[in-house]
């Protein structure tokens, strides 16, 4: 959470039409979340695509 914000990101903890990413490290998992984010959408990835994005300075969404 901290690392997302200090790069200018927000964080909730819902899943929303305005959500850009989900962040869950099972994205086959049956949980509400990904089950409304799939419905809206809204691409779900790794921490460690996250961070890999941190690395690489690249956290917008041309990363889809």
């Known amino acids: 959470k ?3 914000e200090a790069r200018g990101g ?13 962040i869950n490290n099972d994205n086959l998992s049956n949980s ?8 809206l959408g ?3 990835i790794t921490e460690l695509e996250l961070l890999g994005w ?7 969404d041309d990363n889809q």
Do not use: G, H, P
């Open 32 to 39: 509400t979340k990904n089950k409304k984010a799939k419905e």
């Open 2 to 4: 901290d690392a997302i």
């Open 10 to 22: 927000k964080t909730t903890d819902s899943v929303t039409s305005k959500t850009n990413y989900l």
């Open 42 to 44: 809204i691409r779900i």
């Open 54 to 60: 941190f690395e690489n300075k690249t956290l917008n």
